[in-house]
């Protein structure tokens, strides 16, 4: 392992249990173990402390005083970013696609809570995001404070790390259990999680299959936002790591009716789930990726028997965000 990587700031409680579901393995066939990183950590909890341990390091590291970011109002990771701001006395600007009809729940209420600095934009700005942060970055300097900006998801090299360092974690866990991991599924939003996790997978030479099942977007995107990743990492802390982003499996299918939408039937299946086994997913990210796994299921890519890690990558906030998209009888089962 090389020493150009930065020391995370420890933000999250790790290591994250790993815990087997004995009803969904029976009716499945499989054994599913479930990764709970929606536990990494109280009102920051998610995927993206593990990822934010990184890019606040070098931002702490750098002297910034201000973490500038974006991501849609029910944004998980503005909620994580929001909160460890104030955690480390910095400070938060986020601009979030949206306008302020959901402020009063879920994401954007802590967001607000916790006093980040939100700026409202449109979709085509968000387009231009990029422009719309570095403009911010230079407003910041004007005032003589130095500011970082931080990607959405957190999804760079740098964040990845995160998740390529999670591989250790989750292969000495599987070890410690006597489990044989064959497959790992994961949801994926903007591609960091599962870039790390397969940069991880490559470099500690674990021999699991890794799934990752596209929220928003399209496999082809994906796998070109990974291949920048992986330039990123390779150029900046691991010259020797050869990735590539065509080696990855990235499963189509599952996004329903886009983006941040939730049909009926996904509902009921989240609400059946949560009662047969008291996980609790939530309806754009994890609940898509679930029936990513069901489905790979059914298609014997995952084979009886074998054994596969789901990750949770949290999301209960975002459910609550999305509280009155649940219908009366999406909870009668
Ligand atoms: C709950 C949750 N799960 C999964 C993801 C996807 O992770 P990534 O953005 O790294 O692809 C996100 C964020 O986008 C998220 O908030």
């Not at 696609?97 to 954007?108: F, V």
């Not at 397969?198 to 995107?221: M, P, S």
């Not at 298609?299 to 949290?314: A, D, Y």
Request: hydrophobic share 40%; glycine share 10%; proline share 3%.
């Amino acid at each position: 392992m090389n020493s150009n990587l930065p020391t995370p700031l420890r933000l999250a409680q790790l290591p994250t249990p790993m815990e087997y579901l004995p009803l969904p393995s029976a009716r499945l066939g499989v054994r599913i173990l479930v990764k709970r990183d929606d536990l990494t950590g109280g009102i920051t909890s998610g995927n993206k402390v593990r990822k934010l341990e990184y890019s606040l390091s070098v931002a702490k590291t750098e002297g910034c005083q201000v973490i500038i970011s974006c991501g849609a109002t029910q944004t998980n990771h503005g909620r994580a970013l929001a909160a460890l701001c104030a955690q480390l006395n910095m400070k938060c600007h986020l601009f979030l696609l949206g306008d302020e009809s959901d402020k009063d729940r879920g994401n954007h209420l802590l967001i607000r809570i916790l006093g980040a600095r939100i700026e409202y934009i449109k979709l085509d700005e968000y387009a231009n995001r990029h422009e719309l942060m570095t403009r911010a970055q230079e407003e910041y300097a004007q005032e003589k404070q130095k500011s970082f900006i931080i990607p959405t998801g957190a999804s760079d090299g740098l964040g990845s790390l995160g998740y390529m360092m999670a591989v250790l974690e989750i292969a000495e866990q599987s070890q410690a259990m006597g489990e044989k991991i064959d497959h790992i599924v994961v949801a994926v939003g903007s591609g960091g999680t599962m870039a790390g996790l397969f940069a991880g997978t490559t470099e500690f030479q674990q021999k699991w299959r890794l799934h990752g099942i596209t929220v928003c977007d399209n496999a082809d995107y994906f796998r070109l936002e990974s291949q920048k990743i992986f330039e990123d990492i390779r150029s900046h802390f691991l010259p020797h790591l050869e990735l590539d982003a065509n080696d990855m499996e990235f499963v189509d299918g599952f996004k329903g009716r886009g983006y941040g939408r939730s049909d009926g039937a996904l509902r009921k299946r989240l609400v059946a789930l949560a009662r047969e086994c008291g996980l609790v997913l939530d309806p754009v990210y994890t609940m898509k990726a679930w029936r990513g796994l069901e489905a790979l299921v059914e298609r014997q890519v995952i084979r009886p028997g074998e054994t596969v890690v789901f990750i949770h990558t949290g999301g209960t906030n975002g459910l609550l965000g999305h509280g009155p998209h649940f219908r009366m009888e999406d909870l009668e089962t």
